[in-house]
Nanobody, 115 residues
Framework: QVQLVESGGGLVQSGGSLRLSCAAS????????MNWYRQAPGKQRELVAT???????NYAESVKGRFTISRDNAWNTVYLQMNSLKPEDTAVYYC?????????WGQGTQVTVSS
């Protein structure tokens, strides 16, 4: 059974940093493309960052240069380092993986950036 557990969210001032973690079980994270999404109140869920099986990284334009996705194979965990946070980054952040065309989601972790 695939499980994704996010942690690391919280309240931070504008310009601050947070690191989110996504601990995966039931899959090997390095064998899959792993994604971070976010959903702000009243908005659709949007893709923030992806790390592929080969380690390539892709980012939404709004977070390029500020966010970094990474993977620790030993801990089967994916991270999202978020720097220079802005109030518009406020959202619930979700870890996601698609396995054999089935999408799995974590429970989400709230990130709130105050101005």
């Amino acid at each position: 059974q695939v499980q994704l557990v996010e942690s690391g969210g919280g309240l931070v001032q504008s310009g601050g940093s947070l690191r989110l973690s996504c601990a995966a079980s039931g899959i090997i994270a390095s064998d899959n493309a792993m994604n971070w999404y976010r959903q702000a109140p009243g908005k659709q869920r949007e893709l923030v960052a992806t790390i592929t099986r080969s380690g390539s990284r892709n980012y939404a334009e709004s977070v390029k240069g500020r966010f970094t996705i990474s993977r620790d194979n030993a801990w089967n965990t994916v991270y999202l380092q978020m720097n220079s946070l802005k109030p518009e980054d406020t959202a619930v952040y979700y870890c996601n993986v698609k396995v054999v065309a089935v999408g799995y989601w974590g429970q989400g972790t709230q990130v709130t950036v105050s101005s």
